[in-house]
């Protein structure tokens, strides 16, 4: 309830309370408070409970790395959501439409076209189907950067993909 609320101290307080009464915390209890900590752009708690789950032995999952990717996408850190999205792979977990729908828009917050388009290979890559949010996204990136012909390729591009604009 803490985390939901978007109160990581409070949530905090609930996982400390849990091993004090001898309950093991799981992925899934870290990762509403890392969500929380996220939720209020508090990412050096966030970080510090995920270097909490590696220390008691709790193995992240995709949700863990999502969570941070994406919050530091929100926060227009593109250098450090890429840095998770890599260490994501780095440790086993392959990103899902999720992870390359938060980097892909910050990147097009960023007006970086370049590394929007890179994220998008690297998808395609994986075999992750792109949706309409994610070609938005591009496309976004590429009007942002002042490439109305990205745009437009990309635009032909969904279409030829069989994906419908949601406009």
Known sequence: ACAQAGNPVAAGWCVERMIKCGLQPNALTLNAVIGACARVGDMALAIKWFDEMQEKEIKPNGITYNTIIKAYAQA???????????????????????????????????????????WFRHMQQLGVQADAVIYNSLINACARAGIPAKAEHWVLHMSAQGVEADV
């Open 76 to 118: 227009h850190d593109t250098r450090k959501a890429e840095q998770w999205l890599n260490r994501m792979q780095e440790d086993g977990f392959t990103p899902c439409i999720a992870t390359y729908t938060a980097i892909i828009d910050a990147m097009a917050k960023a007006s970086n076209a370049q590394k929007a388009e890179h």
